[in-house]
């Protein structure tokens, strides 16, 4: 396999360049990921997100409502809530999962390597390694909550027309509005002023340096293309 030349980017730049990045373009990024987006009008676009945006924030209420800690949620919603070393797959590093129905895993190798990438860099400081945690088990947790009202919540029920063909309509599912509204939900919960979508770059940077800069120009990118459609 022959690699392609990626740019130089340090860890500190890396770090400022992503956390510079708006919500909107890593919201942008997320919709990118449907199979169907080329097919998605700019009006479409703009609805899925504001839509997450706003199922993730209703949900978030809910929880916020409890007034507790993130481990007195998980209690509290009865989730089945584990820690395992091993984060990786073949061919990519996974941080957390979800699995139906009450099962949250955080794989703490992930949370490992960027408490000692911190140290090492002295980026990120004020981002600390119970911040990652919390975030990893907020955007599972959205899911749970998904699963729990898979019949009423938007994020599952929500299709979109993608193909006309005289009288016949054609609808899809959207997987990106759940991703969106999970990190909405991890945000608003959690009161970051910053997008929890950060990590998707920050945590891959420890395993593979390149990719994770790969990951924030492919951001970069989306954002701006569809910022020329405007
Ligand atoms: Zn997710």
């Known amino acids: ?20 990045l708006p919500q909107e373009a890593f919201q942008w990024h997320m919709l990118s990921n449907d199979p169907l987006f080329e097919r998605y009008s700019r009006a479409q676009c703009t609805a899925i997100i504001s839509q997450g945006e706003q199922i993730g924030r209703q949900y978030a209420s809910e929880v916020l409502s409890l007034g507790m800690g993130v481990d007195e949620v998980l209690k509290h919603y009865a989730i089945d809530y584990d820690e395992q070393t091993k984060p990786i797959a073949a061919d990519r590093v996974i941080f957390a999962q979800y699995v139906e129905p009450k099962s949250i895993t955080v794989f703490t190798d992930t949370l490992r390597k960027y408490q000692q990438y911190r140290e090492v ?4 400081q004020d981002i600390s390694g119970s911040t990652v945690r919390n975030v990893l088990i907020a955007h599972e947790l959205f899911h ?9 919540i938007a994020t599952r029920n929500f ?4 193909h006309r063909l005289g009288p016949i309509t054609l609808k899809s599912k959207v997987s990106s509005m759940s991703e969106i509204a999970a990190m909405e939900f991890a945000k608003v919960w959690l009161g970051l002023d910053y997008s929890p979508n ?7 940077r420890p395993y593979e340096p390149d990719a994770a800069t790969v ?8 954002y701006h293309q569809q910022s020329l459609t405007a």
């Open 1 to 20: 396999m022959t690699k392609t030349k990626v740019r130089a980017c340090s860890a500190q730049e890396l770090l400022d360049e992503t956390l510079a």
């Open 121 to 124: 860099h002295g980026a990120a």
């Open 144 to 152: 749970y909550l998904e699963y729990r009202d898979e019949q009423t």
């Open 159 to 162: 299709r979109i027309t993608t």
């Open 198 to 204: 950060v990590f998707d770059v920050l945590l891959v």
């Open 215 to 222: 990951i924030l120009d492919n951001i970069s990118s989306v």
